[in-house]
């Protein structure tokens, strides 16, 4: 009877004391996850059936898909959902084009590259709280922005009180704060690019930009992938910024759905059409993310 | 041992929330002041340091030496004090005595949440319910005392004798109804070609403010919002057209004499803000705040002008308690609450906190303390406190304030005219109302 290759051996289940043993060092983590990341989603789930205050002392009133149907034809909804989509749209672009054109600039070597990466790092450092409030006195009346307009002989703006402007305004924020993280993971993927195959690319003529179509883009793709999925999820969450700097308004025209969830649970304690609201945001991001990562993986929706 | 506390605006929201979801369903009572010497929790909304300093440092320990119970005080930001003690009701661990906006009463009332204070009250002096007649309607509920009110607040005109003397004004004589303070505001209004310069008057047209604004409109003009048993809307009724339409034109057309539109300048420190920056002759403010303007701009000479009406009608201004206390229904010290309440509310107590938050008091004999009579203005102010109206104190209220909110924004931009905004609002104010909110 041929032998072959030789059995392989066979794997033990461990058993006894040590796997007991093994098993409480995983017992705390396990505990936390569940108590304190599953134990909430899921009873935000239960809650999503219910009608529920938190004053309330009857306790949760299961009423089916109720809150799910009015969230379909709830137009405040709907148009938080677009002003969320619009918000990732026109931020996300912008932000990984400009940070993928850092990254390749701080790639080179020239003198002060660390301190000039450090410097656009810093934004991701400091709390987006933080960062919103120097932006909304930024964009106040008498704030830097109007402050240069006027040296230049032009009207001053209401950043932040008119319908047209208050979102974009948010997003050039955001722009500017996402700009470092985004800039340094993708760094990281150009310096994992092999160098031999730009000089094959240039051995075989390729110039600068076909460099950098064949050989920068595929080699960036994880990386450039990772980004843009973790955007899209932090993007679509968008809430601190909002509630610094325009607390939803114009009427309504900042009201993404996490804002909106916020208000719905805690200035009119409806727990349970919120919590429906953050599931259906949490599908919205999800697919987003989905598409994101087949695309970036080359795969067909 | 007494502990006092200052809650910041973020810490203990997560855990907070993590609580009510996880103990939400448990219910059961809350466990205060149980032990023998007399412990009350209290919370007070507001971070204010001159406010802290004095319940701090002089009202409670005088409080704690009269009584002998321990009292914690715990300091909890505007923006956070629903959401928290949300949570704390979910999680039994709500304080016995809650400080609170009058505009979360009804539904703390519509849960069963709050004590009925008026047994209470009803053995307090005569006089001093007297004393307190224009504050204690507002914290009433369907005709029941649940919260009995701290400070007051109405909104008045302030305006500068500098600029009605450079207009050929007199300072002295004030307009009296809406129509000539319009006419005034046209003759203060600078303007830069088709730009104003200094504006007639500023009137606030963030969400709040707005509501806010729109009420005093709307009441002295005889309007109003909800029908007498607050079961509909009326207020897209002739009275509340004309009202709307009035605050619409003072930022719409060619004659507009307010450029603030969408401006949240009501926040800012009183310094900042176009009365006192001189970017504005008349501002539609809270009174009590007259002496912070007039510290901020002493060479403006600003005064305060008595609430007009539209012709014909009453004067009425939005006001009302600007916050105030409640009782826990399910605190096991309620009669030691209630005994730290009356304490707040004696006359010199309540002068004194009024005064460490630039606010009104709540009794009209403090017309004569040191810190009203010391002023002429704030005498004014004390003296309108019976033009004061309150919001409606019902279920659902903060979500009818937003709706009705927004509609006022999209009419005072010129979005919409004032009678589709009023009925869009009308509609959606029924609309919570039906769902029994």
Redesign the interface.
Known sequence: MPTGAPPRPRRRRPHGKPALFGALFVVPAALYVAI?QL??VL??LV?SFTR??????S??EFVGLDNYRSLYGDPEFGRAMLITGRYVLQVLPITVVIALGLALLSNRAFRGVGLFRTAMYVPHVVSLTAVSMIWLWIYS?DGVINQILDLLGMAGQ?WL???DAALNAASAMRVWKALGSNMVLLLAGLQTVPKDLYEAARVDGANAWQQFRAVTLPGLRPMLTYVIAMDIIYLAQGFTEIFVLTQG????STTTVNFLIY?EA?????MGSASAMAFVLFAFIAGLSIVAIRVGQGRRL | MRRIRSASASAGLAAGCAAALLLAACGGETETGSDGAGTLTVWFPGNSESEMALVNDTIVPAFEEETRADIEVTYVDWADISPKLNAAFAAGTAPDVIGHGVAATADLVHNDRIEDLTPYLDELDEAAREDMGAALPGGTVDGAQYMIPLIMTIRMIVYSGTDFAEAGLDPDQPPETWEDVRAVAEQLTQRDGGDITRAGLVVPSDPIGAQQAFGTFLWSNGGEFLNADNTASVMDSPEAVEALDYYVRLYQGPDAVDNTLGVAWAGSPEAQQPIATGDASMQLSNAGSIGKYQEAAPDRDLRLMMPPAFEGNEPQAFGGPANGLMINKDSGQKDLAWDFITHMIEADTNTDYAEALGALPIHASAVDSDYISANPELQKAVEALVSNHPNPNVPGWVQMRDAMGQHLERALHGEVDPQEALTAAAREVDQVIESGS
Do not use: A
């Open positions: 304190f134990g909430p009873y935000g809650l529920y205050s938190p004053l309330s002392r306790g949760p009346d209401r009180s008119t319908e308004g114009p009427y309504g208000t805690f200035q009119y304690n409806q």
